[in-house]
């Protein structure tokens, strides 16, 4: 028996109701509200640029221009108390990564802690997808008990909400001998949100995948260019033989025909076109150019360009230049093919004064 002195009774009731209240504190049971967390997003297509592959390409070339793209997850009733993961934070991950769908087919590393660059395979022969991830993801168990396989981490969601972002730059790489052909639809990364430890979830760890993917979408064509520009005529100037005033006695007349070649490096059975344009062509003569004029320039006179072509019997026939059309020059050979072309002095009225002439054309390429 517990003897109480000097209290009145209304401070004992006091003192049996708070050691009461004690009481029921140490024998009830802990009790947390369950939670029940979710995580949402991570849908993004991707649409690749059409690219032109040319004949000397080399492997590790990237084709075209990047592509971006932004990857938004949310994440709410996250739990906020601790089993046996110091953290419960919710783990965004990619799972089911196959090494059939990488090049070269071989998965990274489970234990790599900063994987920035994945390349897919793609198929067209020679191409494949090389995929920049920001900021990057880190192998975990590939083979886990309670998640789905060939995970990797991409970002946290801390509790109890929040949202990440992961960015993504696509572009194709060359990996070998192209062959042209058009880009199927691709899954990159199929998503899943995991938390471990939850002493108050469902279970002691809870994920579950969020259905939704990285993606390309199909459609994107990969082209081989027939031809390149050798370096010499990409940029070139022809030089004219210095002739007398009076061999440009009449309107029309033409002096000095110089030949030039523009060469070319093709693939076999190529259809080559070309087309030449000038700034100052003249209005009134075939593939003639007017020639700069001032002081210390000659005077009724322009340059006229002509194609070599050839006849019937193989012997050359030049033809003045149409400018602004292409002229198709037919297939190409496997390897250097040379279009010769002359360049003359060509009197466009008289008198001809003596001076300098110069003269600028462009030309452009196509193939099919």
């Not at 050359?316 to 390897?335: C, D, E, R, W, Y």
Request: proline share 5%; with cysteine.
């Amino acid at each position: 028996m517990i003897q109480l002195q000097g209290f009145t009774s209304s401070a004992m009731r006091r003192l049996a109701w708070l050691m009461l209240a004690m009481v029921g504190i140490g024998l009830s049971p802990s009790v947390w509200a369950a939670v029940n967390p979710t995580c949402s997003g991570g849908n993004l297509a991707l649409t690749l640029p059409n690219v032109t592959v040319t004949h000397d390409t080399q492997v590790g070339t990237l084709l075209g221009s990047a592509t971006t793209g932004t990857a938004s997850f949310t994440c709410s009733n996250l739990p906020t108390t601790k089993a046996n993961s110091p953290t419960l934070e919710a783990g965004l991950q990619i799972y089911n990564l196959l090494a059939s769908q990488l090049y070269p087919a071989t998965l990274p590393s489970a234990t790599s802690t900063n994987i920035n660059t994945v390349t897919f395979a793609t198929n067209v022969k020679g191409i494949a997808l090389q995929l920049t991830i920001g900021p990057g993801m880190r192998g975990y168990d590939q083979n886990p008990g309670d998640q789905q396989p060939n995970a990797y981490v991409i970002g946290y969601v801390p509790e109890p909400s929040g949202s990440l972002a992961i960015s993504y730059t696509a572009q194709l790489i060359v990996t070998g001998a192209v062959t042209p052909g058009t880009i199927s639809a691709l899954t990159l990364f199929n998503y899943e949100w995991y938390i471990y430890g939850c002493s108050n979830c469902n279970s002691a760890s809870t994920s579950a995948s969020l259905g939704t993917h990285l993606t390309v979408t199909a459609g994107t064509t990969v082209s081989l260019q027939g031809c390149t520009v050798d370096t010499g005529s990409a940029a070139f100037t022809v030089t004219l033989p210095t002739i007398a005033a009076t061999a440009l006695a009449t309107t029309m007349s033409s002096a000095g025909e110089t030949p030039f070649n523009i060469n070319l490096t093709c693939q076999a059975g190529t259809t080559v076109l070309i087309t030449m344009a000038a700034a100052k062509a003249n209005a009134l003569y075939t593939g003639v150019i007017n020639s700069t004029t001032g002081t210390g320039f000659a005077t009724n006179v322009g340059v006229q360009l002509l194609y070599a072509g050839t006849n019937v019997n193989g012997a050359v026939t030049p033809t003045p230049v149409t400018f602004n059309t292409a002229k198709s020059l037919g297939a190409s050979p496997n390897g250097a093919m040379a279009i010769q072309y002359y360049a003359q002095y060509f009197a466009t009225g008289t008198p001809v004064t003596a001076g300098n002439v110069a003269a600028t054309a462009t030309f452009t390429m196509s193939y099919q």
